[in-house]
């Protein structure tokens, strides 16, 4: 669901506080990411952090949901952030570096890995173009 440029950036003045955040692009609203580590979601005009089985309480005792993008599958580990919170700058911080904290440590960038036959990056051999190239 779309994302209003306002609001976007609204959720990221709040959670400036935090660290140098950032909104990219993703299934149609944006995924928050701290130093590459994905902890929330912007979708429609709400926010989704992160949560786990202590976090969610929170979430929980405010009557929040979780994400359930187009009203089907519902991801259970990211929930809604109730409005008050969301408001409220130091509230917010607290919740999202929770959030933050349960994503560990920034990822290492993965190494490709080698495929067993090297030859890919080697010309394939073509016998009619090669015919063709030698009677040009």
Sequence with gaps: MAVSPSFRD???????RLGPVDARPMFGGYGLYLEERFFGLLWGDAVYLKTDGTTRQSYLAEGM????????????????????????????????????????????????????????????????????????
């Design 10 to 16: 609204f959720v990221l003045d709040q959670l400036g």
């Design 65 to 136: 949901e979780p994400f359930s993008p187009g009203g089907k599958v519902a991801l259970k580990n990211y929930y809604q952030v109730p409005v008050d919170v969301l408001e409220d700058s130091a509230r917010f911080v607290e919740w999202a570096g929770a959030s933050v904290s349960l994503t560990g440590s920034v990822p290492v960038t993965r190494k490709r890995r080698m495929t067993k036959n090297r030859s890919i990056h080697k010309q394939v051999r073509n016998p009619r173009r090669d015919r063709k190239l030698q009677n040009d």
